[in-house]
């Protein structure tokens, strides 16, 4: 490549399933001064990439395909912003492992990290409604989610949406730097020193 290009800026909602993430990313993409891509597994699933009948049917396990998808789609993240593309990202970064992969995958870049959080009730009656979850992962998500997180910003999605969106807007344009994600990175090279 014979240019630069400015690397892309990502905003990281990181919350259980059914938590508002898509809404509230929905939103902030139209609010935000700044053109963003939305990004999420669940457009991945939307847009058939992945051979659904057959994994329902049994053919192709999902515990075997499950880690490689996941792998996949983080990997896609810092292809995207390197290249230049701002990102509203919705993860549900379920271990630590993979809140590690992520440190280290979108290292150089600026990421404002977002806890989406939502009471576990409201989460439970969410994914009965969806009808297209499986019972128990909102419950799961709750409790393992924001573990091992440590965010820029942090916003509960049962209070108003236009509420939400100032508040993540208003600490993103006022970022500064060490962000959460930076120090998370340089508190785990000091584990690992």
Request: net charge negative.
């Amino acid at each position: 490549m014979d240019h630069l290009v400015d690397r892309g800026k990502v905003i990281l909602l990181n919350g259980a399933s059914s938590s508002g993430k898509s809404t509230i990313a929905k939103a902030l993409q139209a609010a935000i001064d700044q053109p963003f891509w939305c990004m999420s597994i669940d457009h991945f699933n939307a847009a058939k990439m992945l051979p659904q009948e057959r994994i329902a049917s049994g053919e192709y396990p999902w515990k075997d395909l499950r880690q490689k998808f996941f792998d996949g789609f983080h990997r896609c993240l810092p292809a995207l912003a390197t290249a230049g593309n701002n990102l509203i990202v919705e993860p549900i970064i379920e271990t630590p492992k993979w809140m590690s992969d992520l440190l280290e995958l979108l290292a150089g870049l600026d990421v404002f990290f977002v806890g989406v959080h939502c009471p576990l009730e409201v989460l439970e009656e969410r994914e009965r409604a969806r009808g297209d979850r499986r019972l128990g992962e909102a419950r799961t998500d709750f409790e393992t989610t924001h573990g091992f997180c440590t965010y820029d910003f942090e916003l509960n999605s049962t209070e108003p949406l236009t509420a939400n969106i100032d508040g993540v807007l208003n600490a993103w344009r006022g970022r500064k730097s060490p962000s959460a994600f930076e120090l998370s990175r340089s508190a785990i090279a000091v584990d690992l020193g």
